[in-house]
């Protein structure tokens, strides 16, 4: 079974600042990985899939890399509306696995 | 406008059962996996289960293998999960999903508003 590790567990920082959240798997996945944004009381939004790609309507500043076992999500400049819980997620065998989450919390 | 309704959700006691159901539309049900992911109170997302799209093929995480009944009705466009033997660690916010399969790489593009499961005596 593969294992995801999210990192930080909590970032504390600014509007306008960049933000950098890291997700790393227990093996080697590929791009087979999806990011999702999830808000207090409400369900999760996914933001990237397939490691890079952006889904429909997420903002430029979402971009998401990385390949094998690490992975990153930036947020170029925090806007109010981003502050919220990042998960990363990933299925081998038709069992999925998310990682722990990273909170992204206003300094 | 894809649309996931939840229905089903209450409290039960332990050892007793629910079904949950997941109504879809603005898309074409049948073209695709649909999943359960569930959401302890304050805790991390969990996948429970998923069944493909023409529902020959079913699939559960080990915490709820034996227990948990994922199954669809294309003509009705709904996703039922039908759980017994409900456990305390069974709380949870259940959500609908609608799976996106493109080669290995598989992920939800839609998610449902979720429906709340509360085990208790």
């Known amino acids: 079974e593969i294992v995801l590790t999210q990192s930080p567990a909590t970032l504390s920082l600014s509007p306008g600042e960049r933000a950098t959240l890291s997700c790393r798997a227990s093996?080697?996945?590929?791009?087979?990985l999806a990011w999702y944004q999830q808000k207090p009381g409400q369900s999760p939004r996914l933001l990237i899939y397939g490691a890079t790609t952006r889904a429909t309507g997420i903002p430029a500043r979402f971009s998401g890399s990385g390949s094998g076992t690490d992975f990153t999500l930036t947020i170029s400049s925090l806007e109010p509306e981003d502050f919220a819980v990042y998960y990363c997620?990933?299925?081998?065998?038709?069992?999925?696995?998310f990682g722990p989450g990273t909170k992204v919390e206003i300094k | 406008e894809v649309q996931l309704l939840e229905s089903g959700g209450g409290l039960v006691q332990p050892g007793g059962s629910l079904r949950l159901s997941c109504a879809a539309s603005?898309?074409?049900?049948?073209?695709?996996?649909m999943s359960w992911v569930r959401q302890a109170p304050g805790k991390g997302l969990e996948w429970v289960a998923g069944i493909s799209d023409s529902g020959e093929s079913t699939y559960s995480a080990d915490s709820v293998k034996g227990r948990f009944t994922i199954s669809r009705d294309n003509s009705k466009n709904t996703v039922y999960l039908q759980m017994n033997s409900l456990r305390a660690d069974d709380t949870a916010l259940y959500y609908c999903?609608?799976?996106?399969?493109?080669?290995?790489?598989?992920?939800?593009?839609?998610w449902g508003q979720g429906a709340l499961v509360t085990v208790s005596s």
């Open positions: 603005g898309f074409i049900f049948n073209n695709y996996a």
């Open positions: 093996q080697s996945i590929n791009t087979y």
């Open positions: 997620q990933h299925r081998k065998n038709w069992v999925f696995t």
């Open positions: 999903a609608k799976d996106v399969s493109l080669w290995e790489l598989q992920y939800f593009d839609s």
